[in-house]
């Protein structure tokens, strides 16, 4: 997400370091280079010069420019601009106690009826209980794509009829929820290739039947800005009152949701960050502004790992010492439940600078190693010094690796196993506990 942009800018603040004080003419140099970056990006350009200037305002200053550090302060100006440029705060939609009802619009393959399954999912785990409604007549096999997802999260679906009126789809939902209490209805609706009278039509006579609480933009961030103007015209004749941008972890550029709040004026709600079913991710401007900067994004990571604490039941590893290969095991793949080891590592301030550029993790790799330790008898995953050599050609056999694999294995094992060592040596021990229960003279 933002690579381009984000490698950018970074770029351009590692030449700041080291400068001392700066003048006027060195600030506008760098502000040159991070207009560029900008545009390279695919932000809005009138977007660019309002940024460019609301920074230059603040950065060309006497607190700046006579500072001792400078590039810091010149950085954090940067930071809390590309906060407000991205909207400032945290912008969710509204929830009723009882009827929610939430119109899903977009052009086709901006990715709504996967939406529509990812926001039953994340409403379902925080105690909603929502109902999916097929109401795009225009593509079966997206309804056939909604029914799939809603069985694979357990929400019921209510597929609409072609050529159904949209009273009687109403009609049908509130029969429905009289039966079956529902308080959150997604209703993912029919797109087009392009905006047409017709689209527009089937939609606002929808919209007036349920009278939606949200009216709700998907927006493919992939086709950067020149998707925005698709926003005003959704907005024109339905309504619009908050976008959703799928396809943010492709998107290297950015110029979508860098240029999205100032063009449309309309929030952020959330972003598709991959195409698992939790792959969508409330919209955090100040979190997406540190990840551009390098800074990481330390509260999504600890927001993961809680919620990976609360839907795993894996061992926690008992003792540094008897780190065993089923503890390698259940830590990869917890990570690969975060999302992946790079993921996790994009997540984790200056963590982009441990690694040489460009560099990715063999995601084969990975699947290999789980594999060849899943393809060990549990004896052999707690006690890995009995792995010799005709257990080791026995592995490589079961799982379809070769033997120099295997080998290749333990030796990183050996390696981890040794740094964890170390690192439970350097931690600070807790003194022990007074007498609690030590009688008062």
Same mark, same amino acid.
Request: charged share 30%; net charge positive.
């Given at each position: 997400?933002?690579?381009?942009l984000?490698?950018?800018?970074?770029?351009?603040?590692?030449?700041?370091r080291?400068h001392?004080?700066?003048?006027e003419?060195?600030?506008?140099?760098?502000?040159?280079e991070?207009?560029?970056?900008?545009l390279?990006?695919?932000?809005?350009?009138e977007?660019?010069?309002?940024?460019?200037?609301?920074?230059?305002?603040?950065?060309?200053?006497?607190?700046?420019?006579?500072?001792?550090?400078?590039?810091?302060?010149?950085?954090s100006?940067?930071?809390?601009?590309?906060?407000?440029l991205?909207?400032?705060?945290?912008? =969710?939609?509204e929830?009723?106690?009882?009827?929610?009802?939430?119109?899903?619009?977009?052009?086709?393959?901006?990715?709504?009826?996967?939406?529509?399954g990812k926001?039953?999912?994340k409403?379902?785990s925080q105690?909603?209980?929502?109902?999916?409604?097929?109401?795009d007549?225009?593509?079966?096999?997206?309804?056939? =794509?909604?029914?799939i997802?809603?069985?694979?999260?357990?929400?019921?679906?209510?597929?609409?009829e072609?050529d159904?009126?949209?009273?009687?789809?109403?009609?049908r939902?509130?029969?429905?929820?009289?039966?079956?209490?529902r308080?959150?209805?997604?209703?993912?609706?029919?797109?087009?290739?392009?905006?047409?009278?017709?689209?527009m039509?089937?939609?606002?006579?929808?919209s007036?039947?349920?009278?939606?609480?949200?009216k709700?933009?998907?927006?493919?961030?992939?086709?950067?800005?020149q998707?925005?103007?698709v926003?005003?015209?959704?907005?024109?004749?339905i309504?619009?009152?908050?976008?959703?941008?799928?396809?943010l972890?492709g998107?290297?550029r950015?110029g979508?949701a860098?240029?999205?709040?100032?063009?449309?004026?309309?929030?952020?709600?959330?972003?598709?960050?991959?195409?698992?079913?939790?792959g969508?991710?409330?919209f955090?401007?100040?979190?997406?502004?540190?990840?551009i900067?390098?800074m990481?994004?330390?509260?999504?990571?600890?927001?993961k790992?809680?919620?990976?604490?609360?839907?795993?039941?894996?061992?926690?590893i008992?003792?540094?010492a008897?780190?065993?290969?089923q503890?390698?095991?259940?830590?990869?793949?917890?990570?690969?439940?975060?999302?992946?080891?790079?993921?996790?590592?994009?997540?984790?301030?200056g963590?982009?600078?441990?690694?040489?550029?460009?560099s990715?993790v063999?995601e084969?790799?990975?699947?290999?190693?789980?594999?060849?330790i899943?393809?060990?008898?549990?004896l052999?995953?707690?006690?890995?010094?009995?792995?010799?050599?005709?257990?080791?050609?026995?592995?490589? =056999?079961?799982?379809?690796?070769?033997?120099q694999d295997?080998?290749?294995?333990m030796?990183?094992?050996?390696?981890m196993?040794?740094?964890?060592?170390?690192?439970?040596?350097?931690?600070?021990?807790?003194?022990?506990?007074?007498?609690?229960?030590?009688?008062?003279?």
């Amino acid at each position: 997400m933002f690579e381009s942009l984000g490698d950018r800018l970074q770029s351009v603040f590692d030449n700041l370091r080291g400068h001392g004080k700066l003048t006027e003419v060195e600030v506008k140099a760098v502000l040159r280079e991070i207009r560029i970056a900008l545009l390279e990006a695919d932000v809005n350009l009138e977007v660019a010069k309002e940024f460019i200037n609301r920074v230059e305002e603040k950065a060309v200053g006497s607190e700046v420019l006579l500072s001792l550090e400078p590039q810091e302060r010149v950085i954090s100006i940067v930071n809390d601009e590309l906060i407000e440029l991205l909207g400032g705060k945290t912008v =969710q939609p509204e929830l009723d106690t009882n009827k929610n009802i939430w119109l899903l619009m977009g052009l086709q393959g901006a990715g709504k009826t996967t939406t529509a399954g990812k926001l039953a999912y994340k409403y379902k785990s925080q105690g909603r209980r929502p109902l999916l409604v097929a109401a795009d007549t225009q593509r079966p096999a997206a309804r056939e =794509q909604l029914k799939i997802l809603g069985k694979q999260i357990k929400v019921p679906v209510l597929a609409v009829e072609d050529d159904e009126l949209p009273e009687t789809t109403i009609a049908r939902i509130e029969a429905y929820i009289k039966e079956d209490f529902r308080d959150l209805i997604i209703v993912d609706t029919a797109g087009r290739l392009q905006i047409d009278d017709s689209l527009m039509s089937e939609l606002d006579a929808l919209s007036k039947a349920l009278n939606p609480n949200e009216k709700i933009l998907v927006v493919d961030s992939m086709t950067g800005q020149q998707s925005l103007p698709v926003v005003n015209s959704f907005d024109e004749r339905i309504g619009v009152s908050g976008l959703i941008l799928t396809k943010l972890d492709g998107d290297a550029r950015g110029g979508a949701a860098l240029s999205a709040r100032h063009v449309t004026g309309k929030p952020i709600y959330f972003a598709g960050m991959s195409e698992k079913i939790d792959g969508l991710e409330p919209f955090h401007p100040e979190r997406i502004a540190g990840r551009i900067l390098g800074m990481g994004d330390v509260l999504t990571l600890i927001e993961k790992a809680k919620q990976l604490e609360e839907d795993d039941d894996e061992e926690e590893i008992k003792n540094i010492a008897d780190f065993s290969l089923q503890d390698m095991l259940t830590q990869m793949r917890r990570i690969k439940k975060m999302g992946g080891f790079m993921d996790v590592m994009k997540l984790i301030p200056g963590a982009n600078k441990m690694l040489p550029a460009g560099s990715e993790v063999d995601e084969g790799e990975i699947a290999r190693i789980e594999a060849i330790i899943s393809s060990m008898t549990d004896l052999e995953r707690r006690k890995p010094r009995l792995l010799n050599a005709s257990r080791r050609k026995r592995i490589a =056999q079961g799982s379809g690796t070769k033997i120099q694999d295997v080998n290749r294995l333990m030796k990183n094992y050996e390696q981890m196993k040794k740094m964890l060592k170390g690192m439970n040596k350097r931690r600070p021990r807790k003194k022990p506990k007074r007498n609690a229960k030590r009688k008062m003279r």
